[in-house]
Protein backbone atom coordinates (compact mmCIF):
# COMPACT_ATOMS: atom_id res chain seq x y z
CA UNK A 1 0.00 0.00 0.00
CA UNK A 2 1.69 3.18 -0.66
CA UNK A 3 0.82 6.73 1.13
CA UNK A 4 -1.69 8.64 -0.16
CA UNK A 5 -1.80 12.20 -1.95
CA UNK A 6 -3.29 13.53 1.50
CA UNK A 7 -0.25 11.78 3.20
CA UNK A 8 1.77 13.55 0.78
CA UNK A 9 0.35 17.06 1.06
CA UNK A 10 0.45 17.08 4.91
CA UNK A 11 4.04 15.60 4.71
CA UNK A 12 5.05 18.44 2.82
CA UNK A 13 3.47 21.17 4.83
CA UNK A 14 5.69 19.78 7.88
CA UNK A 15 8.64 21.82 8.86
CA UNK A 16 11.32 19.44 9.33
CA UNK A 17 13.48 22.35 10.93
CA UNK A 18 11.65 22.20 13.64
CA UNK A 19 11.12 18.85 14.94
CA UNK A 20 10.96 17.67 18.67
CA UNK A 21 9.73 14.69 20.50
CA UNK A 22 6.10 14.98 20.53
CA UNK A 23 3.44 12.42 18.40
CA UNK A 24 2.62 14.09 14.73
CA UNK A 25 0.32 11.00 13.77
CA UNK A 26 1.01 9.79 10.38
CA UNK A 27 -1.36 8.29 7.73
CA UNK A 28 -1.32 4.69 7.95
CA UNK A 29 -0.54 2.02 11.01
CA UNK A 30 -0.47 -1.42 11.21
CA UNK A 31 -2.55 -4.08 13.10
CA UNK A 32 -2.31 -8.09 13.45
CA UNK A 33 -4.28 -10.05 15.98
CA UNK A 34 -4.23 -13.84 16.87
CA UNK A 35 -6.65 -15.94 15.59
CA UNK A 36 -8.73 -19.17 17.16
CA UNK A 37 -5.21 -21.14 17.57
CA UNK A 38 -3.81 -18.10 19.35
CA UNK A 39 -1.14 -17.37 16.90
CA UNK A 40 -0.46 -14.54 14.85
CA UNK A 41 -1.20 -14.75 11.39
CA UNK A 42 -2.09 -12.20 9.30
CA UNK A 43 -1.70 -8.11 9.79
CA UNK A 44 -2.60 -5.64 7.65
CA UNK A 45 -2.16 -1.94 7.21
CA UNK A 46 -4.89 0.57 7.45
CA UNK A 47 -5.62 3.89 8.01
CA UNK A 48 -4.01 5.79 11.37
CA UNK A 49 -6.85 5.88 13.53
CA UNK A 50 -8.35 4.96 17.35
CA UNK A 51 -8.33 0.88 18.27
CA UNK A 52 -12.16 0.11 19.38
CA UNK A 53 -10.96 -2.40 22.85
CA UNK A 54 -12.76 -4.02 25.36
CA UNK A 55 -12.46 -2.46 28.89
CA UNK A 56 -12.14 -5.93 30.01
CA UNK A 57 -9.36 -5.80 28.23
CA UNK A 58 -5.99 -7.82 29.47
CA UNK A 59 -3.72 -4.64 28.76
CA UNK A 60 -5.86 -2.26 30.56
CA UNK A 61 -6.96 -4.52 33.51
CA UNK A 62 -3.63 -6.41 34.66
CA UNK A 63 -0.89 -4.70 32.29
CA UNK A 64 -0.81 -7.55 29.69
CA UNK A 65 1.79 -5.15 27.41
CA UNK A 66 5.10 -4.33 25.81
CA UNK A 67 6.32 -1.84 23.67
CA UNK A 68 9.13 -1.64 21.29
CA UNK A 69 11.09 1.86 19.48
CA UNK A 70 12.84 1.68 16.90
CA UNK A 71 13.31 4.38 14.08
CA UNK A 72 13.59 4.70 10.01
CA UNK A 73 16.25 7.15 8.38
CA UNK A 74 16.46 8.68 5.63
CA UNK A 75 20.10 9.08 3.91
CA UNK A 76 21.53 11.04 2.08
CA UNK A 77 20.69 9.30 -1.16
CA UNK A 78 17.21 9.50 -0.37
CA UNK A 79 16.79 6.06 0.42
CA UNK A 80 15.24 4.65 3.67
CA UNK A 81 17.04 2.34 6.20
CA UNK A 82 16.32 0.79 9.51
CA UNK A 83 18.97 -0.39 11.92
CA UNK A 84 19.19 -3.49 13.90
CA UNK A 85 15.67 -3.91 13.82
CA UNK A 86 15.81 -8.19 14.35
CA UNK A 87 16.83 -6.70 17.71
CA UNK A 88 13.95 -5.12 18.58
CA UNK A 89 11.41 -8.71 17.54
CA UNK A 90 13.89 -10.75 19.47
CA UNK A 91 13.43 -8.55 22.70
CA UNK A 92 9.66 -8.07 21.96
CA UNK A 93 9.94 -12.11 22.17
CA UNK A 94 11.93 -12.31 25.35
CA UNK A 95 9.17 -9.75 26.51
CA UNK A 96 6.32 -11.77 25.77
CA UNK A 97 7.33 -15.17 26.92
CA UNK A 98 7.77 -13.42 30.55
CA UNK A 99 4.44 -11.99 30.18
CA UNK A 100 2.77 -15.16 29.09
CA UNK A 101 2.04 -13.52 25.68
CA UNK A 102 2.36 -14.67 22.00
CA UNK A 103 4.82 -12.72 19.62
CA UNK A 104 4.39 -12.48 16.07
CA UNK A 105 7.70 -14.37 14.33
CA UNK A 106 10.87 -12.25 13.76
CA UNK A 107 10.02 -12.37 10.53
CA UNK A 108 6.43 -11.10 10.83
CA UNK A 109 7.69 -8.52 13.14
CA UNK A 110 10.36 -7.19 10.75
CA UNK A 111 8.39 -7.43 7.97
CA UNK A 112 5.42 -5.09 9.71
CA UNK A 113 7.89 -3.11 10.46
CA UNK A 114 9.16 -2.48 6.73
CA UNK A 115 5.26 -2.11 5.73
CA UNK A 116 4.60 0.59 7.82
CA UNK A 117 7.32 2.59 7.08
CA UNK A 118 7.38 2.37 3.36
CA UNK A 119 2.74 3.47 4.06
CA UNK A 120 4.77 6.39 5.48
CA UNK A 121 7.42 7.37 3.48
CA UNK A 122 6.59 10.88 3.15
CA UNK A 123 6.52 11.14 6.84
CA UNK A 124 10.70 9.70 6.69
CA UNK A 125 12.63 13.00 7.31
CA UNK A 126 15.20 14.31 5.30
CA UNK A 127 18.78 13.14 5.57
CA UNK A 128 20.30 15.34 8.92
CA UNK A 129 16.77 16.49 9.88
CA UNK A 130 15.47 13.49 12.49
CA UNK A 131 13.93 10.06 11.64
CA UNK A 132 10.14 8.26 11.89
CA UNK A 133 9.89 7.08 15.21
CA UNK A 134 8.46 3.56 15.26
CA UNK A 135 6.17 1.77 18.45
CA UNK A 136 5.59 -1.48 17.97
CA UNK A 137 3.47 -2.67 20.51
CA UNK A 138 2.22 -6.30 21.67
CA UNK A 139 -0.89 -6.47 24.18
CA UNK A 140 -3.57 -8.51 25.58
CA UNK A 141 -6.58 -7.01 23.74
CA UNK A 142 -9.41 -9.88 24.41
CA UNK A 143 -11.06 -9.54 27.10
CA UNK A 144 -10.60 -11.48 30.75
CA UNK A 145 -12.04 -10.80 34.08
CA UNK A 146 -9.98 -13.96 37.03
CA UNK A 147 -6.54 -12.39 36.80
CA UNK A 148 -4.89 -14.46 34.07
CA UNK A 149 -3.76 -13.93 30.36
CA UNK A 150 -5.88 -12.74 27.90
CA UNK A 151 -7.49 -14.82 25.39
CA UNK A 152 -6.74 -12.55 22.61
CA UNK A 153 -3.75 -10.30 21.61
CA UNK A 154 -2.97 -7.44 19.06
CA UNK A 155 0.47 -6.61 17.28
CA UNK A 156 -0.05 -2.91 16.00
CA UNK A 157 2.53 -0.54 14.91
CA UNK A 158 2.13 3.02 14.46
CA UNK A 159 4.96 6.13 13.49
CA UNK A 160 5.82 9.34 14.11
CA UNK A 161 8.58 11.25 12.54
CA UNK A 162 10.22 13.17 15.02
CA UNK A 163 13.92 15.43 15.51
CA UNK A 164 17.37 14.59 16.77
CA UNK A 165 18.02 14.59 20.14
CA UNK A 166 21.67 15.45 19.70
CA UNK A 167 22.07 19.49 19.09
CA UNK A 168 25.91 20.72 18.98
CA UNK A 169 26.60 22.03 22.76
CA UNK A 170 22.47 22.03 23.72
CA UNK A 171 21.91 18.64 24.22
CA UNK A 172 24.45 17.38 27.23
CA UNK A 173 21.94 16.06 30.32
CA UNK A 174 21.76 16.97 34.14
CA UNK A 175 21.10 14.12 36.23
CA UNK A 176 19.59 13.18 39.70
CA UNK A 177 20.25 9.99 41.53
CA UNK A 178 16.95 9.86 43.75
CA UNK A 179 17.37 6.73 46.24
CA UNK A 180 13.72 6.63 46.91
CA UNK A 181 12.33 5.18 44.05
CA UNK A 182 13.49 1.94 42.40
CA UNK A 183 13.10 1.47 38.68
CA UNK A 184 12.97 -2.54 38.62
CA UNK A 185 13.90 -5.20 41.49
CA UNK A 186 16.26 -8.74 40.89
CA UNK A 187 13.44 -11.03 39.82
CA UNK A 188 11.08 -8.44 38.24
CA UNK A 189 10.80 -6.33 34.49
CA UNK A 190 12.47 -4.25 34.27
CA UNK A 191 14.80 -6.57 31.65
CA UNK A 192 11.71 -6.44 28.89
CA UNK A 193 10.35 -3.44 27.62
CA UNK A 194 6.63 -3.70 29.74
CA UNK A 195 4.20 -1.19 29.79
CA UNK A 196 4.43 -1.37 33.18
CA UNK A 197 7.93 -0.21 33.89
CA UNK A 198 7.50 2.93 32.80
CA UNK A 199 4.34 5.07 34.81
CA UNK A 200 5.77 4.27 38.36
CA UNK A 201 8.44 6.44 37.39
CA UNK A 202 6.90 9.66 36.53
CA UNK A 203 6.23 11.41 39.38
CA UNK A 204 9.72 11.11 40.62
CA UNK A 205 10.98 12.30 36.74
CA UNK A 206 8.79 14.78 36.91
CA UNK A 207 9.48 16.23 40.12
CA UNK A 208 13.01 15.97 38.79
CA UNK A 209 12.52 18.03 35.57
CA UNK A 210 10.51 20.39 37.59
CA UNK A 211 13.75 20.80 39.10
CA UNK A 212 15.50 21.28 35.54
CA UNK A 213 16.84 18.24 35.43
CA UNK A 214 16.79 16.01 32.19
CA UNK A 215 16.37 12.90 34.02
CA UNK A 216 16.25 10.90 36.87
CA UNK A 217 19.62 8.29 37.34
CA UNK A 218 18.02 5.05 39.04
CA UNK A 219 20.36 2.55 41.70
CA UNK A 220 19.67 -0.70 42.20
CA UNK A 221 17.05 -1.86 44.38
CA UNK A 222 18.91 -4.66 46.58
CA UNK A 223 22.13 -2.42 47.94
CA UNK A 224 21.06 1.08 46.28
CA UNK A 225 24.74 1.83 46.04
CA UNK A 226 24.86 0.72 42.27
CA UNK A 227 24.14 2.91 39.22
CA UNK A 228 21.55 0.80 36.72
CA UNK A 229 19.82 3.01 34.17
CA UNK A 230 17.88 5.94 33.56
CA UNK A 231 13.79 6.40 32.68
CA UNK A 232 14.73 5.71 29.11
CA UNK A 233 17.91 4.87 28.25
CA UNK A 234 21.23 3.24 29.50
CA UNK A 235 23.92 4.80 30.71
CA UNK A 236 28.27 4.06 30.16
CA UNK A 237 30.61 5.80 32.20
CA UNK A 238 34.29 6.51 31.05
CA UNK A 239 37.38 6.84 33.60
CA UNK A 240 40.69 7.15 31.97
CA UNK A 241 39.60 5.88 28.61
CA UNK A 242 37.99 3.09 29.59
CA UNK A 243 34.20 2.12 29.20
CA UNK A 244 32.32 0.67 31.92
CA UNK A 245 28.28 0.56 31.91
CA UNK A 246 26.18 -1.59 34.55
CA UNK A 247 25.94 -5.61 33.37
CA UNK A 248 22.43 -7.00 32.59
CA UNK A 249 21.28 -9.21 34.86
CA UNK A 250 17.59 -8.63 34.82
CA UNK A 251 16.92 -4.77 36.18
CA UNK A 252 17.93 -2.77 33.08
CA UNK A 253 16.76 -2.90 29.96
CA UNK A 254 19.15 -4.72 27.21
CA UNK A 255 19.30 -1.85 24.57
CA UNK A 256 20.21 -2.53 21.33
CA UNK A 257 22.20 1.03 21.06
CA UNK A 258 24.03 0.27 24.16
CA UNK A 259 25.07 -2.81 22.67
CA UNK A 260 25.83 -1.60 19.66
CA UNK A 261 27.84 0.65 21.46
CA UNK A 262 29.69 -2.23 23.33
CA UNK A 263 30.76 -3.54 20.11
CA UNK A 264 31.85 -0.30 18.54
CA UNK A 265 34.15 0.32 21.34
CA UNK A 266 35.33 -2.76 21.18
CA UNK A 267 36.39 -2.29 17.23
CA UNK A 268 38.14 0.82 18.41
CA UNK A 269 40.55 -1.16 20.59
CA UNK A 270 38.81 0.36 23.95
CA UNK A 271 38.30 -1.79 26.78
CA UNK A 272 34.86 -2.54 27.99
CA UNK A 273 33.58 -3.76 31.04
CA UNK A 274 29.76 -4.97 31.53
CA UNK A 275 29.58 -4.82 35.76
CA UNK A 276 28.38 -3.54 38.79
CA UNK A 277 29.23 0.28 38.35
CA UNK A 278 28.60 1.69 41.76
CA UNK A 279 27.43 5.26 42.19
CA UNK A 280 30.88 6.44 43.44
CA UNK A 281 32.51 5.16 39.83
CA UNK A 282 30.44 7.29 38.16
CA UNK A 283 31.01 10.39 40.75
CA UNK A 284 34.48 9.58 39.60
CA UNK A 285 34.39 9.46 36.27
CA UNK A 286 35.83 11.59 33.39
CA UNK A 287 32.52 11.24 30.94
CA UNK A 288 29.20 9.89 31.18
CA UNK A 289 27.26 9.41 28.25
CA UNK A 290 23.61 7.91 28.47
CA UNK A 291 22.74 5.68 25.13
CA UNK A 292 19.37 4.76 23.35
CA UNK A 293 17.07 4.62 20.58
CA UNK A 294 15.12 8.18 21.08
CA UNK A 295 18.37 9.78 22.61
CA UNK A 296 21.08 8.41 20.62
CA UNK A 297 24.69 8.67 22.54
CA UNK A 298 23.95 11.81 24.47
CA UNK A 299 26.81 13.40 26.85
CA UNK A 300 25.49 13.71 30.89
CA UNK A 301 26.63 17.29 31.65
CA UNK A 302 26.64 16.27 35.62
CA UNK A 303 25.11 14.37 38.20
CA UNK A 304 23.61 15.66 41.17
CA UNK A 305 23.68 13.61 44.48
CA UNK A 306 22.80 14.39 47.81
CA UNK A 307 22.84 18.22 46.65
CA UNK A 308 26.31 17.66 45.15
CA UNK A 309 26.59 18.41 41.58
CA UNK A 310 29.64 16.31 39.67
CA UNK A 311 30.30 17.76 36.33
CA UNK A 312 32.15 15.67 33.44
CA UNK A 313 33.63 16.41 30.13
CA UNK A 314 31.47 17.05 27.19
CA UNK A 315 31.66 17.91 23.27
CA UNK A 316 34.56 17.36 20.74
CA UNK A 317 37.12 15.45 21.84
CA UNK A 318 35.56 13.09 24.22
CA UNK A 319 35.23 9.33 23.83
CA UNK A 320 30.99 9.76 24.13
CA UNK A 321 31.96 11.71 21.04
CA UNK A 322 33.44 9.48 18.89
CA UNK A 323 31.40 7.15 19.59
CA UNK A 324 28.22 8.71 18.74
CA UNK A 325 29.42 9.80 15.49
CA UNK A 326 30.57 6.66 14.38
CA UNK A 327 26.99 5.05 15.80
CA UNK A 328 25.32 8.02 14.10
CA UNK A 329 27.36 7.12 10.75
CA UNK A 330 25.83 4.03 10.65
CA UNK A 331 22.27 4.41 11.87
CA UNK A 332 21.79 7.02 8.83
CA UNK A 333 23.79 5.80 6.11
CA UNK A 334 26.71 8.41 6.32
CA UNK A 335 28.95 6.03 7.52
CA UNK A 336 29.98 2.04 5.83
CA UNK A 337 28.08 -0.27 7.65
CA UNK A 338 31.07 -3.13 7.71
CA UNK A 339 28.74 -4.29 10.66
CA UNK A 340 25.07 -5.37 8.50
CA UNK A 341 23.26 -3.94 10.63
CA UNK A 342 21.10 -1.91 8.37
CA UNK A 343 18.34 -2.83 5.62
CA UNK A 344 17.60 -0.38 2.81
CA UNK A 345 14.04 -0.77 2.26
CA UNK A 346 13.31 1.09 -1.19
C1 LIG B 1 14.33 1.79 30.26
C2 LIG B 1 15.10 1.86 29.00
N1 LIG B 1 16.42 1.62 29.04
C3 LIG B 1 17.16 1.67 27.92
C4 LIG B 1 16.62 1.95 26.70
C5 LIG B 1 17.48 1.96 25.48
O1 LIG B 1 17.22 0.85 24.64
P1 LIG B 1 17.48 0.94 23.08
O2 LIG B 1 18.91 1.30 22.91
O3 LIG B 1 17.18 -0.42 22.56
O4 LIG B 1 16.58 1.99 22.55
C6 LIG B 1 15.24 2.20 26.60
C7 LIG B 1 14.61 2.51 25.32
O5 LIG B 1 14.15 1.63 24.66
C8 LIG B 1 14.45 2.15 27.78
O6 LIG B 1 13.13 2.37 27.75
Not at 132 to 153: D, N, T
Not at 254 to 259: K, S
Request: proline content about 5%.
Amino acid sequence: MGASNSSEKSAKTMNWDNLGFGLTPTDYMFVMKTSGDGCFTEGRLTRYKSIDISPSAGIFNYGQGLFEGAKAYRRADGHIQLFRIEENARRMKMGADRLCMPCPSIAQFTDAVKKTVLANRHWVPPAGKGSLYLRPLLFGSGPVLGIGPAPEYSFVIFASPIGNWYKAGASAMNLLVDRNVSRAAPGGCGGIKSITNYAPVFEVVKKAKAQGYADVLFLDATTGKNIEEVSSCNIFIVKNNVLSTPATQGTILPGITRRSIIEIATDFGYKVEEREVPLEHALDADEVFCSGTAVGITHVASITYQEKKVEYKTGEGTMSDKLRIALTGIQTGSAQDKKGWTVQLD
